[in-house]
């Protein structure tokens, strides 16, 4: 246990001789360990947000200039697949926009200067026939445009697929940084205590020991990049799912306990990686004989 | 049935670079021995004490430290049996006195308490009472050496290796710290081979010498050094 403590407090010394680089290390770990977290978030979180969609029965309809909307309303809803089926007038739709843009009435000015359409709203009999449905009313006659959320999460499929490709290279980038940052910390703290590491191993220490400090030692900044990275994300993960549960329901799968989870994860994900990168750093400089 | 020798060399033969720097080497220091390692620069003198305490590990021969052969050691097992002494007194400048013997200490899991208690003792004993707090650069070549030695002694080892310990020191203060180094070993029992090229510390401090030429070592009772 002396042992223990005795290397514990060298390695919180070593931290402390190489404070810049030290710093940087952990700034790059938690900057990496940040874009890892939110990328998990995302991907858990958007899953939910597709399902949601998924799953709802609402489709809406745009009919031509000149056509009446009220008479569309009535032959759509005898639709086999069709639940029912109702009027949303441009004026509907205005009200529904400042309740939506409440507390910034800039943003309404565009819509009231123009005249929104009016909007056939179908609630469909079964979410399965989101798709047959809009394929169906894209082909007759008067329909202008048809607006389904099928249509935008598998948008949004597509472009979280595209984000989450590049957030993995910017993420793969940044973690070999980190992992580099740190190996050459300490290799250069090895460099600089060559005399004492060398004098430690004459007066009897163990080389285990002694490697096992500077393992320590990238561990203890792993530990405050991942930290960091945590807290953000913690907040950051509760913040936006609060917005979004206000705003639309239990949509995301991500609950706030699960946002705690991942957010410990990467925590520990930090001092794992330094100690990796520091293992890989005193490998072969220090030795038993 | 007696007690093992502290050092038993018989057919030593190291050889590196191409050159043969050990020649069947036969030595033996018996426990509680003080005896000198001497030769000319380059004679093996050096050789012999890294490979006491495994700096060096490539030999043909037997060597045995305290009754069991330097091979079946493991290193830090070796070293901490063993204190040593160094002519350029390896002292860790960026910390103090009692940081730089400390170091010895708590490398062996020795608590800071009984720490505390004993360093200032053995400062005291060597002449530096009251100087823990002092960096080296604050310290002379002799108190530096004083420092080392204590640093040596923390582990309370078995055997103390002294390599050329008063190397970088005038006359006056070499002989002071090998005063120093004799009396303790006298007070501690441990044994102490203690290398040195110094006519003037042999008269001063007779003892067995063993003598390297050429590789190969011969012994001289501390009479025919007086002589």
New interface residues.
Partial sequence: M??AN?YVKEAWKGVRRNAGASAASAALILAALLVMGLLLMARAGLAGVSHYLHAQLEIKVYVEEGIDSARVADILAEQPFVASASLQTGEQLLEQLQSFFAGKPYLLEAFRDGALPDAVVLVLKEAEDMEFAAQELSRMDGIQQVVYPQELAQQLVYWSGLLQSAGLAVLAFLLALAFMIVFLAIRLALYQRS??IR?????????G?VRGQFLLEGAVVGLAGGAGAALVLSALGLAVKRRLTEAYGEILSLDGPAIVVLALLVALAGPILAAAASYAAVRKRIR?? | MTAAAMIAAEGLRVRYGGRTVLEDVALRLERGEFAYLIGRSGSGKSTLLSLL???L?EFEGSLEVAGRPLRDY????L??RIG?VFQSY?L?EDKTVFENIA??G???????GPLRQEIPTLLKRVGLDGRERDYPAQLSGGEQQRVAIV?ALI?KPELLLADEPTGNLDAQTASGVLGLLRELQRETGMAMLVVTHSRELLDAFPATAWEIDEGKVRKHEYRELLR
């Fill in positions: 002396n042992i005795y005399k004492e004098l430690k191993l004459l007066l009897g220490a163990r080389a020991h038993d004989a | 305490y495994r700096e590990v493991p290193r830090h097992e070293r901490r040593v390896e860790l170091m010895a708590e490398v062996r899991g020795m608590a800071s640093r582990g």
